[in-house]
Structures are given as structure tokens and as C-alpha cells.
């Protein structure tokens, strides 16, 4: 220090030098710094700074809630946040995707797959790269606002449903749109748009989707936002009103928890459908966030078809359900006298091959006649009836009762059915129908196919006297139709009786029998393979009869028919039976609690998290409905449709055979 003042405060000329050199050097750096921005960069950055003055961002609409008859909520929406990643910079974005993979923990691979499927659309729509945002993920985004500045918090209202799968199949599910649904939506959808996928939610989407907002603001540099110029409120979609009664559905779920079927409890007097239940079933909160590639590929590969809606689209034998439809032809045709009897052994011959009947081996019915026929569901009697009614006339009964079409439920993707006949084969196959394929069609088995619905319309409909109703779910569903198939009172009678005694007279489903309530039905045991193929292949599981039961009650002007089919359940009567009966059963005490006025409004709410329930609607208690009029309903004429016209072959040998 001495030797700095011992020079009159004047630095030596040798470092005065370097000293001014390196000054010179950093104003040298700063005005080549300022050139380059003010210069050469100036456009490119003006450009950014005007992007990023406004921002649009989207509000997104609500969906509408489904509540279900009584007012009570089964599929609601939560408040969520969402990642959003702005593209008014696309460049500068998709040098920090590692960057914001990293930072957000999501697959970099994910992310540019979403980048590059974006890049048709216009810079100022941003995509969601992370739903179900969390709180690492927001701090985060905050703490890198001036590296990563395009990534924004958007407030979302996130589907939420009843939990372990609860009404799947008929809620459906949501997620982000298809290339086919936004061609088909006109305009109104956009890529990146959540949209009803299957169910309800597919089917009324338009009703439930609301419209989008839009927020205008103001951000700085690093994002922040500073100011609003304008915003745009969303407007929330529509609430819809389901046909289905919590309680029922809560019953049928239950009824079918761990086994592989479906349930239909519908009111055949206004088509109304109560419950519905398909199992095994995906649970649609998974998907209203967003599925994972392997999630997605293990639902689509599980045997057991998790994403089927069994009860719209299992396309099944109906077994001896279908005896119902064959009872009624042969009274409306009359090409049996209603007095006809026939002795079965367990087995009969037709056209030179050995016919079973489930009775095969244990003696079998006897002498039998119309009655005991349905109720002890002889085979052998539908057999020598199927073979003089034929194939078509078959056919043109099952038709207009209801099967090989579609019903018409406001339900995508349903299945028709099949019902074969002459024209059908040499159609798909270009052959002659074969007679003894008739023999297997009588009982509900060969090609002949069915859906739990339409067997649930088809019995609802016959015990209504012809008049078959459209199902719907939806209170307020437009376009509900019926129709009309002219059947002789007698006939009605007769065959109601026969399900009667089903239940009630030591049937096959005498364990569905409800004390004081008059409950008939129908079961089935419908064959997957034939008996002789099953005997060499042994009891497999997957080889077992499907087992069926449709049943209803009161007897006459029946409030509530209930289809159950459990798959490789092999005895329809009981195992299918009491499924049914457990339903009603439930019908009817919740009858009798609204009729005392001790209306429950006890179901699940969710859990929000926050310690609140979702605003659940839960309306007064209804009136009990008036008492319903004894004897049978004043049913408007119906007007009997000309018959085809069929020609019956005389009777074969092997019917006489049978004949006692």
C-alpha cells in the first residue's frame, strides 16, 4: 500500500495499461451485447413480446350431472387442474420438451407424441400435457416462469362416478375426442376436446358437453398475468334425468358382484328401463383422467371383455327362454290343438338324429302338455312343436316379438340379435336351411341369438298382451315408440299361467318364488357348445351353459320385468332366479316405503377430498302412485297383422313316435 501513495497518487504507466484495456474490453462486450438485441435480434424479439403480451386462455364448460329418477346424482364433475401447455412459440417449446418432461415427470415420448399430433392445429390453442395437476407440478411451473414461460394452471371440471364400476355401461365414459367424432361433430368439436365415448355419455353428448369460454389477458415477460381485456363464460352443460332408480340399480349390482353377466329390470308399460348391469366392468373414473397405453391394451385384450355391454350386446342363445315365443305361435297359429300331449323319455328322434332333452338320462318329463311343458321346460314338446311350425313361421313370431332387431335404447353400439331362417341362410351361406337345424331353433339354441334387453322387452311385452315398448334411459327421451303385435287374450293367458307355475307350481325356477307377490318367469340353460363336443373336451369352465332367467311381476299388467343372464352359470332357474327375485323383491319394499312415506334418500356420496359431498339432489318423497285396477289392462284394440304364409309339411314319422 506504501508504494501506491509513495508516487503522489498516480498509478505506474505499465499497469494503467492493462487496466484500461480490460475496461475497454467489458464496454466493448455490453455494446456488442446491445447491437446484437437492438440490431440483429430486435424483430425476433418484438415478435416474442407481443406474443406474449395476450394470451388467450380456455374456460373449460362443465358437463351436465346425470341424476337418476328420484333426483339423486350418479355422475358429477370436481374442480381439477390441468397442465397447459401454450404453442405461440413452437420453436423455442420444443427445445425445452426434455426440460418440461422432466419437470412434470411425464414420458418425454408421451409428450412429443402430443406435440406432433398438434401441429395442425392453430398456435394460439393450447393442449393439456398433464391432467390431475400436482402440487410438485405447481411449483414447478413457478419456479422456471422465465425459462419455461408457456405453461399455464387450467382450472378443469373433472368427470367423477360412482365408484367400483357402478353403472358403467350405461353412464359410459369420457375422453379426449377421435378424428372420427370431430368429423362427424360438424365444427362444434376440436382436437384435444373431452367427449362422451361410450354409454350415456356418448349418446348425449351434445346435451352434456356445454360450450367453452374464453380469458384474454394480459402476461409479462416471464408469463405472469397482469391484466385481463375480456372473458367469455362458459356455458355448463345440460343435466339429464335417467330412468334409473338408484335403489334397483344398487340391487342388481350386488345381485351380480363377481360373476361374468348382465341385468335388465325395465317397466313394460312405458318402456322405462330401472337398472342395468353389465360385469365384469371398467371403472370410468380411470378414463376421465386420461388411460395409459398399457391399460388401454390390457382392457381390450382381458377374455373376460370388461368393455362389453353385456346386456345390449351379448348376442347369445337364448336357451329355453325362447320356448315362450314358440308357445305363443303354436296357440296363435294353431298348428298343434291346445290339447296336445307328449310323452318324453329324455330324448326324441327327428329326421334320423337323437334330439336330448334336459332330462336325458333321469327318466325324463313323462307325459306332458302345454302347461307342464313350459313349466317344467320339456324339450321334447318344443321340438315336435318347433317341426310343425317351421323355420320361417318361427322366425315371423320371433320377429314380431321383438328379436333379431335392435330395440331402439338410447344406447350406442347395440346389437340385433339373429334370428335364422331360410332366406337368412341361403343369404350368408348360400345353402338350403337344413329341417333338423328347425329342432334346435325350437329351444332356443342353433344360430338363434339374443341380447338380456330383448328377452327382457319380448317377455315384458307378451304378459302385456302385444304391446312392446321402446326402452329408454333417459326420462325425457325423445322418439320413444312402441309396438304392436296382436295376441289372442286366451293365448296370453295361457302362456302367463305356464311362467306362473315356472315360479310358483315346483318349476325350474322354483327358488325365485316371492312370498305374496305373484312373480312369474322363464328360465334357460343355453348349450356354448353341443353335448357330445362337451363330453370330449371335459368340464371346462368356459364350456359351461349360459344361464338365463326373465321374469316379471305382478302376473297381470306387470309392473317390472327383470332379464338376468349369468354366463357359464349353467342352470337358469337357479342361479338365474334368484338374481331376478332379489330385484323385485327390492322393487316392491321400496313401493311399499314410498307408499308409507318412509322414502330413503340413504345412497353413496363422494368424497371429494375436502370433507364435502357433491350437491346431491334428492327430491321430496312422490306421491304413492294411484292402486293399480284389478284384472287385466284395458289394452287399445290391436290390429292382427296378416300371417305368412307358410307351408307345414306332414307329420314326420318320429312325431308320431312321440305322440301319446
Known sequence: MSYWFRNDNRLPQGRLSVASYVIIGMIALLLLGFWKLQVIDSDKYALMAERNRVRSIPIIAPRGRMLDRDGRVLVDNYPSFSVLLLRDDPGQVEKNLPQ????????????????????????FQPIVIKPEATKADVAFIESHRTDVPYLEMLMVHRRRYLPGGFMAHVSGYVGEVSEKQIEASDGRLRPGDIAGKTGLEREYNDLLMGTDGMRRVIVNSVGKEVGRLSQQEAIPGKQIQLTIDYDLQEAAEQALQGRKGAVVA???RTGEVLAMVSRPAPDPNDFAIRVSKDEWKRLNEDPDRALLNRAIQAQLAPGSVFKIVMATAMLETKVLPESYTVFCPGYATFYGRMFKCHTFGKGGHGLVDFHKAIVQSCDIFFYNVGMRLGIDKIAYYAMKLGLGHRTGIDLPSEEPGLVPSEEWVQRVFHRKWYAGETISVSIGQGALTSTPLQLARMIGG??????????????????????????????????????????????????????????????????????NTRDKVGKQARFKDNAWFVGYAPRRNPEIVVS?????????GAVGGPVARDIIKAYYDKKARKTQGQYTVDYKRYDLGDGSPTAGVVQPPQEAK???????????????????????????AADIENRH
Open 100 to 123: 418440461i418432461a422432466e419437470g412434470l415427470n411425464v414420458p418425454l415420448s408421451d409428450l412429443r407424441e402430443q406435440w406432433e399430433a398438434a401441429r395442425s392445429l392453430p398456435k
Open 266 to 268: 325395465l317397466d313394460p
Open 462 to 531: 307378451v304378459a302385456m298382451g302385444g304391446v312392446f315398448k321402446q326402452p329408454h334411459l333417459v326420462k325425457d327421451a325423445r322418439h320413444v315408440g312402441e309396438e304392436r303385435f296382436a295376441i289372442a287374450d286366451a293365448t296370453v293367458e295361457k302362456v302367463t299361467q305356464g311362467m306362473y307355475g315356472v315360479v310358483n307350481e315346483g318349476g325350474t325356477a322354483a327358488g325365485a318364488r316371492l312370498q305374496g307377490i305373484e312373480l312369474c318367469g322363464k328360465s334357460g340353460s343355453a348349450q356354448v357348445i353341443g353335448y
Open 564 to 572: 338376468v343372464l349369468i354366463e357359464e352359470g349353467e342352470h337358469g
Open 626 to 652: 294411484a292402486a293399480q285396477q284389478p284384472g287385466r289392462p284395458n289394452r287399445p284394440p290391436v290390429r292382427k297383422p296378416a300371417e305368412p304364409v307358410v307351408s307345414v309339411a306332414p307329420l314326420p
